[in-house]
T-cell receptor, first 112, second 113 residues
Framework: EDQVTQSPEALRLQEGESSSLNCSYT??????LFWYRQDPGKGPEFLFT???AGEEKEKERLKATLTKKESFLHITAPKPEDSATYLC?????????????FGSGTQLTVLP | EAGVAQSPRYKIIEKRQSVAFWCNPI?????LYWYQQILGQGPKLLIQ????????DSQLPKDRFSAERLKGVDSTLKIQPAKLEDSAVYLC???????????FGQGTRLTVV
């Protein structure tokens, strides 16, 4: 059974204080690791897909990296508008059913 | 490009009543998902469709939940009868195929009292 564990559960940062969110996973045959952002009362918003260890992707102040056991979402010089819950999900397995398994998320608060 | 549309946004029902949710995926997306998200948790897959067919419903409580996808486009998720523990946000998502990122709708917040 695929499993995803995210840490920390909650993180409070001052504006401009860089940090990293962790996503540890176990999956049978990783097909992709996904990062989503979720604002209160909204559905998850797609950020990145990573497919293989060593891969990195960047978008504005966010950078996602992947190893064989975990992924990190690095936030550089965050702003209050980066406050949200960040969800990690993995897709594994073979055949036609390749479901996403989500972690519980990290709730990020960036204080001005 | 229009996103995933869901309705209603909110629904309050009494336990043992029935409820239905509707989803219209992004045009051309073959894969459609229904997720349940309980407060403070990540989304949990209930059912996955590929075009008209079900490819994964292993976590769907089939004694009370049912879902269908009409002509490979719109989908409905039904709960009958509802229990208190069904209170959650029900998210619909779609992707071009099962191998690509999924895009989510705003969700339907269900409260069972």
């Amino acid at each position: 059974e695929d499993q995803v564990t995210q840490s920390p559960e909650a993180l409070r940062l001052q504006e401009g204080e860089s940090s990293s969110l962790n996503c540890s996973y176990t999956v049978s045959g990783l097909r992709g690791l996904f990062w989503y952002r979720q604002d209160p009362g909204k559905g998850p918003e797609f950020l990145f897909t990573l497919y293989s260890a060593g891969e990195e992707k960047e978008k504005e102040r966010l950078k996602a990296t992947l190893t064989k056991k975990e992924s990190f979402l690095h936030i550089t010089a965050p702003k209050p508008e980066d406050s949200a819950t960040y969800l990690c999900a993995v897709q594994g397995g073979s055949g036609s059913a390749r479901q996403l398994t989500f972690g519980s998320g990290t709730q990020l608060t960036v204080l001005p | 490009e229009a996103g995933v549309a869901q309705s209603p946004r909110y629904k309050i029902i009494e336990k043992r009543q029935s409820v239905a949710f509707w989803c219209n995926p992004i045009s051309g997306h073959a894969t459609l998902y229904w997720y349940q998200q309980i407060l403070g948790q990540g989304p949990k897959l209930l059912i996955q469709f590929q075009n008209n067919g079900v490819v994964d419903d292993s976590q769907l409580p089939k004694d009370r939940f049912s879902a269908e996808r009409l002509k490979g486009v719109d989908s409905t998720l039904k709960i009958q009868p509802a229990k208190l523990e069904d209170s959650a946000v029900y998210l619909c998502a779609s992707s071009a195929t099962g191998d690509f990122e999924a895009f989510f709708g705003q969700g339907t917040r269900l409260t069972v009292v």
